[in-house]
């Protein structure tokens, strides 16, 4: 497995129910800073987290937290959140990961960046801590499929295929299509998830031996060279995933 950098973690607390939600929290999330209203800055007087406490508007402090964060935690409200955070969205490769908890801690939303930033996995987290429900709402995560876009990723792959193809196959997969996924190289430790391979993911250990006819789309593992003329041929049908090569 890749050593990953640990994501750089707030907890953004406005009100005092939200403040002590988000102290309840930071108890469990020690490498967590919090930034909260300078008002409730002592609810976390006995945090060991690092703490700014601020005293003008909230909307002024949303630029410092995109730029210094990969996970936002707001125990503040939707639509607040969603006003704030509007003016600083750039794209889901770049933007941290938002997440918003309700004042009475007990639903914890992924607002933004939750499939490819983290947002999803950090709100089953957090929600784990709090006795909370996490509400997701990302195909693949609530179908407990395989994510395309980030399939392999805490084991250091690397994904090779157009956007479009992403797209579209992508689709095939959280529609329950057939789906044909061949390994050949690569950690066989890829499904992280606690539930079995969905029954339309066809598995192989040879792209020699996938009828390409009978599936709708094809996830390749592989160190081999793709010829142009086999991604013409599947036009966007294949996504490819590179491992790293062990030395």
């Not at 002592?42 to 406490?53: G, Y």
């Not at 079995?196 to 040879?206: A, C, Q």
């Given at each position: ?37 300078a008002?409730?800055a ?12 601020y ?53 914890v ?86 539930t ?11 792209f ?40």
């Open positions: 497995m890749t050593n990953q950098p640990a994501p750089r973690v707030c907890l953004v607390a406005i009100t005092k129910h939200g403040a002590a939600q988000a102290a309840r929290l930071a108890a469990d999330l020690p490498e967590a800073d919090i930034c909260t209203s008002k409730f002592a609810t976390f007087a006995e945090a060991s987290n690092t703490v700014r406490a005293d003008g508007a909230l909307r002024d402090e949303i630029g410092p937290l995109f730029a210094g964060y990969d996970q936002i935690i707001f125990f503040v409200s939707l639509g607040a959140v969603v006003r704030l955070i509007a003016p600083h969205l750039r794209s889901k490769d770049e933007d941290p990961g938002i997440i918003v908890v309700d004042d009475a801690g007990q639903y939303i992924p607002v933004l960046s939750g499939h490819v930033g983290g947002a999803n996995e950090w709100s089953e987290r957090v929600a784990d801590l709090l006795g909370a429900a996490p509400v997701l709402t990302t195909a693949s995560d609530v179908g407990r499929t395989i994510p395309v876009d980030i399939l392999g990723r805490h084991l250091g792959w690397k994904v090779e295929a157009p956007k479009i193809n992403i797209t579209r196959v992508s689709a095939h997969v959280v529609n329950g299509e057939p789906i044909a996924f061949v390994q050949e190289a690569g950690s066989p430790d890829w499904w992280t998830r606690p079995p391979l969905p029954e339309n993911i066809h598995r192989f250990t040879r020699d031996d996938v009828p390409l006819d009978r599936y709708a789309a094809l996830l390749w593992v592989t160190h081999a060279d793709v010829p142009a003329d086999r991604w013409d041929t599947l036009k966007e049908r294949l996504v490819v995933y590179r491992p790293p090569v062990e030395a």
